[in-house]
């Protein structure tokens, strides 16, 4: 089985930086995908981790722990726009992806 | 990257009425598809996993008579709702995995209400 847990609800001031956790169990794992989703919105994809360590894109990086089952979104110079969900998914290859209850973000003025 | 489309984005049928949402990856072929609902403000949720030219795997709690899905080819599968119900109103989004990318590609989502 597969267990994903992140916060509910983040707030955060625009301009500022915002780290969005995910622990997770999976019975395989390949790699993890962070997504953005939006109101409405088919999620979008934002990264995708297989190796331990920090993967920066600009303004988001993620971060992977294979042995701790941990992963983290970092979002810097906040934006409105970057007022979403933000869902967290282990995969293991060929294999439906499993989401997270997703973090639902709002960045304030 | 890939792209996937689903057709229709919007649709509002009458209780009772069948709804077929397609789903076509356009630049690659798709021997899976996956077919996921979300409610509102809720995860989106996998209902069944979809093979080109076999039958598909239905997630547990999820009616298989009731969500026909269909693989026919391996750029094109569909998702029938059968005598849809007001509780079928959710938003249904494909995925379409890509072996070449080795990642899953997701089309823009069907938002289904049924009055």
């Known amino acids: 089985g597969q267990n994903i847990d992140q916060p509910t609800e983040m707030t955060a001031t625009e301009g500022a930086i915002v780290q969005i956790n995910c622990t997770y169990q999976?019975?395989?794992?390949?790699?993890l995908f962070w997504y953005q989703q939006h109101a409405g919105e088919a999620p979008t994809f934002l990264s995708y981790n297989v190796l331990d360590g920090l993967e920066e894109k600009g303004r988001f990086s993620s971060f992977l722990s294979r042995s701790k089952g941990y992963s983290y979104l970092l979002l810097k110079e906040l934006q409105m726009k970057d007022s979403a969900s933000y869902l967290c998914?282990?995969?293991?290859?060929?294999?439906?992806?499993?989401f997270g209850k997703g973090t639902r973000l709002s960045v304030i003025a | 990257g890939a792209v996937v489309s689903q057709h229709p984005s919007r649709v509002i049928c009458k209780s009772g009425t069948s709804v077929k949402i397609e789903c076509r990856s356009l630049?690659?072929?798709?021997?899976?598809m996956f077919w996921y609902r979300q409610f509102p403000k809720k995860s989106l949720m996998l209902m069944a996993t979809?093979?080109?030219?076999?039958?598909?795997?239905?997630e547990q709690g999820v009616e298989k008579d009731k969500f026909l899905i269909n693989h026919a080819s391996l750029t094109l599968s569909t998702l029938t709702v059968t005598s849809a119900h007001p509780e079928d109103s959710s938003f249904y989004i494909c995925s379409a995995f890509s072996g070449s990318y080795n990642e899953q590609f997701f089309g823009p989502g069907t938002r289904l209400t049924v009055l």
């Open positions: 998914a282990p995969e293991g290859g060929n294999t439906p992806l499993v």
């Open positions: 979809s093979n080109e030219g076999s039958k598909a795997t239905y």
């Open positions: 630049d690659f072929q798709a021997t899976t």
């Open positions: 999976t019975s395989g794992f390949n790699g």
